[in-house]
């Protein structure tokens, strides 16, 4: 930024003092740091007029001073910031020497180890700090730099975390020493941005340690299901995936819904903790992976239970001497039994459905019995293996399926707890909705379409293609991109989900940016897009460039 001739010549103190407040102003009103950083070293060589000027920020861990930015009206040099690159090519400087002790031989390192401005009037007349990098740069760049005003940043805790270093200020066109007055308005400025500073690091912290929270949660969530994998962390991909491609669609249904920055984030944050009530689920229903399984697999009880059956068979036919006939139907028992075993153990997977058959004769090997070490006559199933051996599809219960879903009820009483800042109020929405169906048939609250916003759509969509394309299910193979794609248009059909979501999300490819990343080379196959249902294909072809 280059001062007018008039910034250089002086201002009155009043303007002045009425400036500073209006920069104080932008300050608290910056967002961007790197602009805030820029709008702090120009203004304060406004207000003292000033040729050129360093921004230096403190490194902790080093204990060194980085630079920020290098401002030069004469050189023409702009380093740092949103302008030219190349700041970060000067050597830090150190607070310390090698052999520990305080560097107070540079006169920005002494500012800052005593949190003291310091004025020099003239640095080639100057003796207690060394000037030689500043000669060294003054006779290779044709500048001289004589008039110094350095003033530490220190924030509310008292201590310093950035410097400001004004050089040559300028009066008429000619370099004269900074004043007191100067000073006093550098010394202010320096306090404005301070504050201004830290409560933007601050934001920044807290932002950086909720997001963590959240990341924490959810890998803790991941680890207790290594079956589930990584789902927690996969679903913020899909979801913010798919959210900008709907943000840049021209499809007639949301062609007119934008999301900013901060709606993105918000989206991210809860596509984080979608899934945080299944802290609260028990380990055994959320890693049930055959029919039979609790806490181990009660199959392996079964099987125990038809081996004494075959050895009370094998028993009969030695304490008996057995005809042919009965030797004959004996075997044929016998070889009953194992296949009965292979049925209960194909039939315990819950990788197919059950059938009606199936159903008949589970009924059937539940009215078997056998004879325990006390002599008592059992059923070769209980009641709970017959009821689990039953279940259709998958291998949840009614019970567990409920204990399942339940999950959400508890994501939302969780999530509805938390004091959420305004720019988050929507994450318990977003989060609480991706079991949701548009038929109204869905869970925790049955909400229809029109009952939920285009974001908690989203994640409905989203999570329903991070689950059919896992790799980690131990119930079922992983999916091909064409056969998920296949029954999530099927889903639309059956009012699961948005029908103008999954266009968006075929027309723009989001399938294709997702699998890059997360899917292996076996299940990338080529989708025929004309083949799927859900689809209306009219309105496809119309909308496949995004906005503009």
């Known amino acids: 930024m280059t001062l007018n001739d008039t910034e250089k010549q002086g201002k009155p103190l009043e303007q002045q003092v009425r400036r500073l407040n209006q ?51 004469q050189l023409e040099i702009y380093l740092g910031g949103h302008q030219q690159p190349g700041v970060e090519l000067f050597k830090p400087i150190a607070l310390y020497l090698d052999n520990g002790k305080p560097n107070e031989q540079l006169v920005v390192a002494w500012s800052v ?58 009066s008429s066109g000619e370099v004269v ?13 320096a306090s404005q941005a301070a504050v201004a500073l830290t409560n933007q690091r601050l934001i920044e912290e807290m932002k950086i340690l909720f997001d963590s929270f959240t990341r924490v949660l959810a890998t803790a969530i991941d680890k207790k299901s290594p079956h589930t994998g990584n789902h927690c962390r996969r679903v913020p991909d899909a979801t913010l995936f798919l ?6 669609s021209n499809h007639p249904a949301v062609k007119d819904f934008v999301m900013s920055d901060a709606d993105f984030y918000e989206l991210k944050t809860a596509a984080w903790l979608h899934d945080c009530g299944k802290v609260v689920t028990p380990h055994h229903v959320m890693e049930k992976s055959r029919k039979l399984e609790t806490v181990f697999d009660r199959i392996e009880l079964v099987a125990t239970r038809i081996e004494i059956l075959l050895r009370d068979l094998e028993i009969q036919q030695l304490k008996h001497s057995p005809t042919a006939a009965e030797a004959e139907k004996l075997e044929a028992e016998q070889v009953q039994l194992l296949e009965d075993l292979e049925f209960l153990r194909r039939v315990n997977v819950g990788t197919e459905y059950t059938t009606d058959a199936d159903l008949m004769r589970i009924q059937s090997l539940a009215e078997k019995s056998w004879v325990d070490h006390q002599g008592t006559r059992q059923s070769l199933l209980s009641d709970d293996e017959q009821m689990n051996l039953s279940i259709r599809r998958g291998t949840l219960n009614p019970e567990e399926r409920q204990t399942m879903n339940d999950h959400m009820v508890a994501t939302l009483d969780m999530l509805e707890q938390l004091p959420f800042p305004k720019h988050l109020r929507r994450v318990p929405e977003y989060a609480g909705c991706h079991h949701e169906r548009m038929d109204g048939k869905g869970y925790p609250r049955g909400l229809t379409r029109d009952q939920m916003s285009i974001p908690a759509r989203v994640m ?89």
């Open 460 to 548: 409905g969509v989203a999570d329903v293609f991070e689950a059919l394309t896992a790799k980690e299910r131990p119930y079922k193979e992983p999916m091909k991109l064409s056969q998920a794609l296949m029954i999530m248009g099927r889903m639309v059909e059956d009012k699961h989900l948005d029908p103008d979501l999954f266009a968006v999300f075929v027309e723009a490819r989001v399938y294709e940016r997702y699998a890059a990343i997360h899917l292996s080379p076996e299940q990338i196959d080529d989708v025929d897009i004309a083949a799927l249902p859900g689809l209306n294909k009219d309105i496809i072809d119309e909308n496949r460039s995004p906005r503009l």
């Open 113 to 170: 180890l005593h949190q003291q401005t310091i004025r020099i009037a003239d640095a080639y007349d100057h003796s207690s700090f060394d000037f030689s990098g500043t000669r060294t740069f003054d006779q290779q760049s044709g500048y001289r730099s004589r008039s110094f005003l350095t003033v530490p940043l220190v924030n509310h805790e008292g201590e310093v975390f950035a410097a400001l270093q004004l050089i040559n200020k300028l």
């Open 23 to 73: 920069i104080g102003i932008a300050l608290s009103a910056e967002h961007d740091k790197l602009q805030l950083l820029e709008l702090i070293l120009s203004s304060a060589r406004e207000l003292t007029s000033a040729d050129a000027g360093t921004l230096y920020l403190l490194d902790e861990h080093a204990q060194c001073l980085q630079f920020a930015l290098v401002q030069n009206d």
């Open 177 to 189: 020493a900074f004043s007191e007055t100067d000073q006093e308005l550098a010394e202010s400025l």
């Open 243 to 248: 959210a900008e491609a709907v943000s840049a």
